[in-house]
């Protein structure tokens, strides 16, 4: 699932990032999206808001929807 459609408050496994703008791949993975990576949702609207390791990062909807995961409830 794309991190964009991940509810306020779940975790989430990064699986991958889909986009084929390699220079925002390159840089979502500069950050920490990287497969493997948790991260938990803290706000869609307006933007979207999520916590990667102890990083608060904030983009635009069409970046969230590069950003491909697996819901932590998936995985138990």
Do not use: H, K, N
């Not at 990064?14 to 706000?43: F, H, K, N, W, Y």
Request: aromatic fraction near 2%; include cysteine.
């Amino acid at each position: 699932m794309r991190l964009s459609s991940l509810a306020v408050g779940a975790q989430a496994l990064v699986s991958g990032v889909a986009d084929p703008a390699a220079a925002r791949v390159e840089r979502l993975l500069a950050l920490g999206i990287t497969a493997g990576a948790i991260v938990t949702m803290l706000q869609t609207f307006p933007g979207v808001v999520f916590l990667c390791d102890q990083t608060e990062l904030a983009v635009e909807r069409a970046v969230a929807d590069a950003i491909l995961v697996r819901p932590m409830e998936d995985l138990r």
